[in-house]
């Protein structure tokens, strides 16, 4: 009996897979992880350079917005997920891909709350303000510059216009999602005294708080609770 036991006990117990394990350890740095509770939140992290149409170099830690369009469109889409967490930590990067993440996340009927811990400069400014509401932690920073575009410019008088509506575009989208003034942004990305050979503004936390940008300092804690609140909002 105790052979058979044994036995059964044997064949319960599946054989490791190597490949599993390495994969897991190269994507999350650990070969086991804890599995998660049902949770009613989806995280969602876009960290380092946003990549757009333009692949970008191997060494470059990017978030690629084919990725990410996807994960939004499933959670819109989903049943169980009623409220999901934006997660930043970036440089920037395609202008028109970052706007194209956040045009589709302020379209989303799903509650969404945003922290930006570490960085979130230049185009992920309008992705920092596209959900419902937005944290900053104490340390982190805001990059507030023009459009920059990499490659051949050609010196026509029609370079200008497109820079200018290019410009015209991310301006407005961060003045309707958020409670800065449309002059005041403009003389944060012109301004020539704070950043050496080049212009624009660099925020700390509690400033882009201050100027209507981003809508409290906080952590963690602070963004899921305030994405509960407005789950609970929505439910009435």
Partial sequence: MNSLENETQNEQKPEPNPESASETLEEYGS??????????????????????????????KTTKYEHIIPQLIAIEQSKEIEGFLLIMN?????????????????????????????????????????????????????????????GLIISVPQTYEYFNKMQERVVTYIVDHSKIKKEILNELMTNTGEMMNDIG?????????????????????????KLETLIAEKKK
């Fill in 31 to 60: 070969s086991h992880l804890p599995k998660a509770a049902e949770s009613r939140i989806h995280c969602i992290s876009i960290i380092g350079q946003i990549e757009g149409h333009l692949v970008l170099p191997p060494q470059n």
């Fill in 90 to 150: 970036t440089i920037g990067g395609d202008v028109e891909a970052g706007l194209a993440i956040a045009e589709m996340i302020a379209s989303m009927d799903k509650p969404s709350v945003s922290l930006v811990l570490g960085g979130g400069h230049s185009i992920g400014v309008p992705l920092a303000v596209s959900t419902n509401y937005s944290f900053i932690a104490e340390s982190a920073t805001m990059t507030i510059h023009p459009v920059r575009m990499n």
């Fill in 201 to 225: 503004t660099i925020l700390l936390g509690k400033e882009a708080v201050d100027y209507g940008i981003i809508d409290e300092v906080g952590g963690l804690s602070d963004a899921l609770k």
